[in-house]
């Protein structure tokens, strides 16, 4: 199985526990992305979609969106891509890249410590990033960024990329790709969406 493929399986099986979890999903608010909660921890399943808005509007989506293609005849403002979590709750982000562009190298130093999954020929190779650590030339199509809290995630083609994270202020946060990755970048509903914080 080709690391691609082993990707889309990955995401399909995340897919397939999210649907699992019963049809409690289905009255979730339509602005919120999709949450599980697993012992106390809030878990963001969000896939990096290229061209999901037409030709280079690459997209964050959550997985409460998938299986409804939009294009951006159709749709030209994008996704309501925001997230809703609580503070003081441990949250746990897991960003699907299906996109295999490389548009540069990411340097620099941690400040969220993340886990990288990458599916080579000879098996999945799991690299842990702890806070502090110098990352340096790294290649990468997007980045998960939270420019408030100093988070700067790399997200490298083909991957699954985790991170945990807890909101102790509430409030709303802005994510976007700072990677230079098409029309999308900077777009609201595609490259950018909001978390808010709630009490």
Not at 14 to 43: D, E, K, M, W, Y
Not at 69 to 91: F, L, M, Q, S, Y
Not at 131 to 138: E, T, V
Request: charged share 10%; proline share 8%; hydrophobic share 40%.
């Amino acid at each position: 199985m080709s690391g691609k493929q082993l990707i889309v399986t990955l995401f399909f099986l995340a897919l397939g526990v999210v649907i699992g979890f019963g049809s409690s999903l289905l009255f979730l608010p339509r602005n919120t992305a999709s949450v599980s909660t697993t012992q106390g921890q809030q878990v963001i399943y969000i896939a990096v979609i290229p061209d999901y808005g037409g030709n280079g509007w690459d997209a964050f989506v959550p997985l409460k969106y998938l299986g409804y293609p939009i294009t951006a005849h159709e749709n030209i403002v994008g996704i309501n891509n925001t997230i809703v979590v609580k503070a003081g709750v441990p949250v746990k982000f897991v960003i699907i890249n299906l996109d295999t562009m490389v548009t540069m190298n990411f340097s620099g130093n941690v400040a969220v410590p993340f886990i990288l999954y990458n599916d080579t020929e000879n098996g999945q190779i799991t690299l842990t990033f702890n806070k502090g650590q110098y990352i340096q030339n790294l290649p990468i199509g997007h980045t998960f960024t939270i420019p408030k809290l100093d988070i700067n995630i790399p997200l490298p083609p083909d991957t699954v990329v985790s991170f945990n994270y807890t909101f102790t202020n509430p409030g709303t946060y802005e994510y976007l790709c700072i990677t230079p990755c098409g029309p999308g970048m900077g777009q609201l509903g595609y490259m950018v969406g909001y978390i808010i914080v709630q009490p």
